[in-house]
């Protein structure tokens, strides 16, 4: 009779690790599906309020609200997402934000086709815009648990940067594109569009395995959103100079009296994406905390930049740094506030975190749209700054009282 194998011999082999690059395309080929979903929301984006206004006859005040709803949509159905990815999955929220796409392009698309009774079209147009509004919310929630599941908490900071990366993204090529589709064939080509893109979104997921539901005790909303306000109020204080730039920057070079606002935006837009691509891997590196205190510093030094800016090219030296900065607040931030809560209430808690970043982008229009009006362009973009030194301090503290 053999004798047996000695204990080590018999001993299974460790699993190998994963790659960086496998980890990596593993995240990309979840959140393609929010690149469909923020090219749909791009493609709309700059055409719908010259629509609203030029074709049915409508206010600028009533273009902008048109447009807003889709967010209030969004910031509102936060919570309904979370729940949805936590109880019944990920890939099923996903599933369904893409229907719901899909119905906003054919609603879309009756809007447009019904150009001859403008309150009937309008009508039709919002319905459409909110129900956009919720597809984000499910999909941004939905993609990001997804990855989480995937490739496990650990990689929490890239999986969140690879889903702004998509988003942001999207919304850069969607926005221009929209205005030539629109030139080239007309406004009814918007809803088929968006009808055709979330009906292949739907295909492509149909076969692509899921994750399981993780089993634990769910946290109520109430109490995954207590464990999460103090990072989200860090991380709104930061982000309202980002609604800030992108909101005002064209009016402020107007006011200066200055030419090219545009390559103020693809400066802000290029060094975010950099900054996400090249430097990801410091949030795992030196955390969470240390990684949003460098943001907002560096964020800081390019809104107040912006704030004294003599010339463009200052501007736009400003509008980099800010860009750069800004890029981590939000997964460095993240990283800590998901481990705020259990596994089985993590789709609550990404809900609660985004309701923050969609806040930011709330008020960010109508607060330095008064302080415009009160002292002037430049004072946007100083009051941004002393937000977002603000928002460093929480951070601090933040950090003081983790360790």
Known sequence: MMPS???????????ATPSSISITLQIVSIVFYTFIAFICIGLPI????????EQLGFSAVVAGVTIGCQYLATLLSRPMAGRMSDNVGTKRAIVLGLAGILVSGVLTLFATLAQSLPSLSLGILIVARLLLGVAQ????????????GQVGAEHTARSISWNGIASYGAIAIGAPLG?????QYGYNSLGIALSVLAALGLVLIRHKPSVPVVRGERLPFRAVFGRIAPFGASLCLASIGYGTLTTFITLYYLNRGWAGA??????????????RLVFISAISRFGGFRAAIACMSIETLGLTLLWLAPSTGVALIG????????????????VEAIRQVPASSRGAGLSAYAVFFDLALAIAGPLMGAVALNLG????????ALLSVTALGVTLLLKRRAY
């Open 5 to 15: 194998p000695p204990a080590r011999e018999r001993m299974p082999m460790p699993a």
């Open 262 to 275: 545009a390559y103020c935006l693809t400066v802000f837009g290029v060094c975010f994406i950099l900054s």
């Open 319 to 334: 509008a980099g740094l800010t860009g750069f900065g800004l890029s981590l607040v939000y997964p460095a931030l993240g």
């Open 179 to 183: 205005v030539v589709m629109v030139a």
């Open 46 to 53: 700059a055409v719908i309020p010259g629509y609203v206004h």
């Open 377 to 384: 362009y430049s004072w946007i973009f100083f009051c941004a």
């Open 137 to 148: 919310g499910l999909i941004g929630v939905g993609t990001i648990s997804w990855c989480m």
